[in-house]
Nanobody
Framework: QVQFVESGGGLVQPGGSLRLSCEAS????????MSWYRQAPGKEREFVAG????????NYVDSVKGRFTISRNNAKNTLYLQMNNLEPEDTAVYYC?????????WGQGTQVTVSS
């Protein structure tokens, strides 16, 4: 059974940092490109960052470039997102996703709130 468990979110002040984790199970994690998505209340889910199977290629939505870093540990079946210099606009529920894994599967996500 495919499962994703996102964690690491919380309340942080603008300019602060958080490190998100996604523990995956039920499929061969190491062969899939992985991505982070986020969804704010009343808005559609958007792509945030992606990483290929060995972590050699990454890409980011323009709004987080230079602030967020995606990484992975294939031995632990875990995906990470280091978020620095957080802004209120980063407030959302963050989810991880495996590219080309069907049917699509989503975890509960982890809430990130950036507020003073």
């Amino acid at each position: 059974q495919v499962q994703f468990v996102e964690s690491g979110g919380g309340l942080v002040q603008p300019g602060g940092s958080l490190r998100l984790s996604c523990e995956a199970s039920g499929f061969m994690f190491s062969v899939y490109t992985m991505s982070w998505y986020r969804q704010a209340p009343g808005k559609e889910r958007e792509f945030v960052a992606g990483i290929t199977r060995f972590g050699t290629t990454t890409n980011y939505v323009d709004s987080v470039k230079g602030r967020f870093t995606i990484s992975r540990n294939n031995a632990k079946n875990t995906l990470y997102l280091q978020m620095n210099n957080l802004e209120p606009e980063d407030t959302a529920v963050y989810y991880c996703k495996a590219d080309q894994l069907t049917p699509a599967s989503w975890g509960q996500g982890t809430q990130v709130t950036v507020s003073s």
